[in-house]
C-alpha cells in the first residue's frame, strides 16, 4: 500500500527509531511491502520507515539505470534493519541530496566516502558490505532517518540550500533519497 511520507517539521521524523526484535512476522512484511510500494510510485532512491510514520530501525534503498538520471550509480536494492554504519576512511565527500520528506529541495551535504554497513535483511540474516561513492551516501541518508537527523540537519552551509527549481534551473535532477 502506498503510504504518505511525512514531512519535514513533522515532530516523529525527530524521533529515534526502536529495533526490530522479531523477523518474519506479518508486520514487518506488511511494513517492507507499503516501503517497497511508496518508494515505487515516488521514485527516490530509498525510504526509512519513520518516514511513513513507523519508528522502527528499518530501510530500504535501491537504484537501476535510469536514462534519466545517468549519473547515479547503480545500488542493489536491499532491506536493511537494525543497521550500524562504520566509516572505513576520514575521507568525507560532499554532494547534494534530496529527500522524499524535503520535497522540492537539495542541499550540499557532507558524507564519509567510504562506510561498511552491519545489520539484517528480512529473514534476520546477518548482511555487511563495505561501499563508497553514491551507494555509500544512500545508506548513511536513509539511516539517519533512524536517529531523528534529516539532511538540512548536516549542511555546513545553508547558501547551498535551496528549491530545486532555484538552484537547477531547467534541469533534470537526481533521484530523492
Known sequence: MIRDVLKMGDPRLLQRSLPVERFGTPELREL????????????????????????????????RANPRYPQAEEVPDTVLINPVIEPL???????????????G?????????????????????RMERAVQGFHARVVQHECDHLDGILYPMRLR??????YNEALFPGEALPLEE
Open 105 to 125: 529541495m537539495r542541499g550540499w551535504v557532507p558524507r564519509h566516502a567510504h562506510v561498511r554497513y552491519t545489520g539484517y535483511d528480512e529473514q534476520g540474516r
Open 89 to 103: 576512511a576520514a575521507e568525507m565527500i560532499e554532494d547534494w541530496e534530496g529527500c522524499l520528506s524535503v520535497p
Open 32 to 63: 517492507l511491502a507499503d516501503l517497497r510500494d511508496t518508494l515505487s510510485h515516488l521514485n527516490g532512491a530509498g525510504l526509512a520507515a519513520p518516514q511513513i510514520g513507523v519508528g522502527l530501525r528499518v530501510v530500504i534503498f535501491g537504484v
Open 157 to 162: 552551509d545553508l547558501s547551498r540550500f535551496g
